[in-house]
């Protein structure tokens, strides 16, 4: 108990007290959270994408089974969300929303520093890896999946050239396909930038909560946690031997699949108008949940 107790002091209480004083700093100066969310979708977190790719040391083949295990969560989340929320005949845009809250977990500012806690720096390198595939498969498929909400598939699909991470990571691939170096300028500035990352996420969910509509959300929302808390897990239980992962990888993968609604799917529904009030509700409800749920997955897992 005494160390979960530390868990949350040192690794989620600070995370609750930043978005906190920004939800104060909002509903005292009425700001806008559209020029942040601009910042984060357009500079900082294509920075921080590249940062993480071309500084990580683990060798080829696992870079490899991790990424093809992120994809594989993302995707079966994805494809079973969908089959809920077609079978609840949700309206476009809100199953859009919802898609987007479980599909894309918060593995960065949430997941690494309990990773990081619970399984050391072996299992961190990991962590942060899962964390780069699912952030792409955000910025790229969850960009789709967001303006799924307002435009049709091709326009959809369309919206991807408008994405900075996209170019972020082609640079960062190439760099790696290479073997050049980056640059120590260019390195230097893509690092202080993607530094700024997630703490502008975080204040940007402190200002997006001001538009929370808690009324008409009672099903999705239920959908949204049920998957993202609860299925999610599940899943990254059963797929993990399949992909011939163990030891602190097991440990660091299950543990990021198991990390409430990414902080970044409100700049993805800000930017695209997925349903950005609902969103932003369901990054705070599976944020406030996921002590009750990481408790009995730490200790199965051997934390």
């Not at 799924?148 to 170019?167: C, M, Q």
């Not at 609604?261 to 997925?274: G, R, Y």
Request: aromatic fraction near 10%.
């Amino acid at each position: 108990m005494g160390e979960l107790l530390y868990l949350f002091a040192n690794n989620l209480l600070p995370i609750f007290l930043i978005v906190g004083a920004s939800f104060l700093f909002g509903r005292y100066t009425r700001i806008s959270p559209r020029p942040l969310s601009q910042l984060v979708f357009h500079l900082f977190s294509p920075s921080l994408l590249f940062t993480l790719l071309t500084q990580n040391r683990l060798s080829s083949g696992e870079i490899s089974r991790v990424m093809l295990f992120a994809v594989a969560c993302v995707a079966l989340i994805g494809a079973l969300t969908w089959a809920f929320g077609a079978s609840f005949r949700m309206e476009r845009r809100v199953l859009a929303g919802v898609m987007l809250s479980t599909m894309f977990m918060n593995a960065g500012n949430f997941g690494m520093p309990v990773v990081l806690f619970a399984f050391g720096e072996v299992a961190l390198s990991y962590a942060s890896l899962y964390f780069v595939t699912t952030a792409i498969l955000a910025y790229t498929l969850g960009a789709v999946i967001a303006s799924l909400g307002t435009v049709s598939l091709l326009k959809a699909f369309a919206n991807l050239l408008k994405v900075p991470s996209v170019y972020a990571l082609a640079l960062a691939l190439l760099f790696l396909a290479t073997g050049w170096k980056v640059p120590l300028p260019l390195e230097r500035t893509f690092k202080l930038l993607g530094d700024a990352s997630i703490p502008s996420m975080l204040v940007l969910l402190g200002l997006q909560l001001q538009t929370v509509v808690w009324s008409k959300n009672s099903l999705p929302m239920t959908l949204a946690s049920g998957m993202r808390l609860l299925v999610s897990p599940l899943v990254a239980f059963l797929l993990i031997p399949l992909f011939g992962l163990s030891g602190p990888a097991r440990q660091a993968l299950i543990l990021q699949a198991a990390m409430p609604t990414a902080v970044l799917t409100t700049v993805l529904a800000t930017e695209f108008n997925a349903e950005p009030s609902f969103v932003s509700a369901t990054v705070l409800v599976t944020t406030l949940l996921t002590p009750l749920t990481l408790t009995p997955l730490l200790a199965l897992l051997g934390a």
